[in-house]
């Protein structure tokens, strides 16, 4: 999971700036989780 927070982070960095983008991630982790447990 931390891997792929890793490789997503620069991608939506470039886009949105790395700010929003950790702001971004740490909203939709809870969600990735949930996912995973499904």
């Known amino acids: 999971m931390k ?3 890793e490789m997503i ?3 939506l960095g ?3 700036g790395e700010e929003e ?3 971004e991630m ?3 982790l809870p ?3 949930r996912w995973q447990k499904v």
Do not use: C, E, F
Request: hydrophobic share 50%; glycine share 6%; net charge positive.
């Open 26 to 28: 740490t909203t939709l």
């Open 3 to 5: 891997g792929m927070i």
């Open 31 to 33: 969600t990735l989780k």
């Open 21 to 23: 983008a950790r702001k």
């Open 14 to 16: 470039k886009a949105i």
């Open 9 to 11: 982070v620069p991608i």
